[in-house]
């Protein structure tokens, strides 16, 4: 960890929340003037979309029917870690954008599910941020989470998850219910042994829980909104942080355990913001010092 040059990242699977996540962030950065140099996980990835069709059919043509974008194979975690602890001393490291849409594909002139090439960090960011599926990740050989200064777990609970990968596959991208289903089969070993122990490694985690029946993921014909969720914050340090304070200002909100506040579901950018911009005011001052 260095404080010379901040590393935030922001780790959960592709809709566990990350882009409520990213527009707290953005006010945060705008409010305090600060320019984020800003990674997503998906350009670590190791295949590109043809690439990784290809790679699965090799996978299950060895036997291998857990391979999956949630486990390390299918990722580039080398250099994930260096890039994180490159910035930390330098403030640059090397990175790339995953085309995910003609949209995006269009100003490169390159085919949608490409990566453009490697290239330097734009100079003169005040912090790394990265959001994606591996920031906290760590094995026998790397360690991305030692790297990261403020290290932030986003997780519905797992039937929320699924309900949310069913209806966003089927309705945006056109998948049948048995081929997400498949989907999730084949990601669970890697969910379970790779995506979970890092919301162990995480300062400050949000577990977004429905209060409405979600008991058979597989049926639910809507995803439980905000409103109709909770969210548990879980701090892995309380030590200075003004229970009292948050708990006067986001209303509905209660203790559970002396390192848990729950509030409700909608409160999150704003439970986000308040958490967040004092941590972040103080990374910039270590900054500054350092």
Not at 21 to 50: L, T
Request: glycine residues 8%.
């Amino acid at each position: 960890m260095s404080v010379k040059h901040p590393v935030i990242a922001v780790t959960g699977s592709s809709g566990a929340g990350t882009t409520t996540v990213m527009k707290a962030f953005q006010h945060i950065f705008r409010r305090e003037k600060i320019k984020p140099g800003v990674v997503e996980g998906d350009s670590f990835h190791r295949y590109d979309r043809k690439g990784m069709r290809a790679q699965l059919k090799d996978e299950e043509a060895k036997g291998n029917t857990h391979f999956s974008h949630f486990g390390p194979g299918a990722n580039l975690i080398a250099e994930l870690e260096t890039l994180f602890k490159t910035y930390g001393a330098t403030g640059t490291g090397k990175v790339r954008k995953y085309l995910h849409d003609a949209d995006e594909a269009a100003p490169h002139k390159q085919d949608p599910g490409t990566f453009t090439p490697w290239t330097d960090m734009e100079p003169g960011s005040d912090l790394l941020f990265y959001e994606g599926l591996h920031g906290g990740y760590k094995d026998d050989e790397h360690n991305v989470a030692k790297h990261a200064d403020l290290l932030i777990g986003v997780v519905p609970i797992i039937n929320l998850e699924w309900i949310q990968k069913l209806h966003r596959d089927q309705n945006m991208r056109g998948y049948s219910q048995e081929a997400v289903v498949e989907t999730i089969l084949r990601r669970m070993p890697d969910y379970v042994n790779h995506l979970c122990p890092q919301f162990s490694r995480t300062h400050v985690n949000f577990q977004r829980v429905p209060t409405v029946d979600t008991s058979n993921p597989f049926i639910a014909r809507d995803i439980p909104t905000a409103d109709e969720s909770m969210l548990v914050i879980r701090f892995a340090d309380p030590k200075g942080i003004d229970f009292q304070y948050l708990l006067s200002m986001l209303a509905g909100s209660m203790m559970t355990r002396p390192n848990n506040i729950v509030c409700p579901g909608g409160k999150m950018s704003l439970a986000m913001q308040m958490i967040f911009t004092p941590m972040i005011l103080r990374l910039m001052d270590k900054k500054r010092r350092a």
